[in-house]
């Protein structure tokens, strides 16, 4: 993660019992759950309410996670989201997981979000006015 990134969104996300597996930590799927969740927070805050779902929507072209701690309950897992580079119809995006007030990571990834119009469910590019938003950084941080 050495490309340069802005902080857009910060999410809060309570660690359910069930989140956790047999070996008593929260599952590794559950950390993509984690970064997804914070993902259409900043969507939904991103782009105007008459569009978000209904004309503009987001995909993943592709996601990763680096485990880097294991998350245990209870606590609240704090996702913050980065914007990276901004292409014609894509956004690079990248998390790292916090919990509580700990301050080193417990993971961290990246997922490259392509805006799609929902009705044909193909690319589009990203529209002036949420590239403008986008390039300033400006969500619910």
Known sequence: MNEERRLAHVE???????????????NNTVYFRYMEQARIGWFD?????????????????DAHC?????????????????????GGSSVATSYELRVDADPKPY?????????????KQKPVRIPDHI???LERAEAAV
């Open 45 to 61: 805050a991103l782009v105007p309410e008459a569009e978000a779902w209904g004309s503009t929507g987001i995909v993943i072209a």
């Open 12 to 26: 809060r996300i309570p660690i359910r019992w069930g989140d956790m597996d047999a070996m008593g930590h929260v």
């Open 107 to 119: 993971a961290d990834g990246a997922a490259t979000v392509v805006f799609i119009d929902m009705a």
């Open 131 to 133: 590239r403008a938003r």
């Open 66 to 86: 680096n485990y880097l701690r294991p998350i245990t309950y209870p606590g609240t897992v704090e996702v913050r989201l980065y914007v990276g580079r901004i």
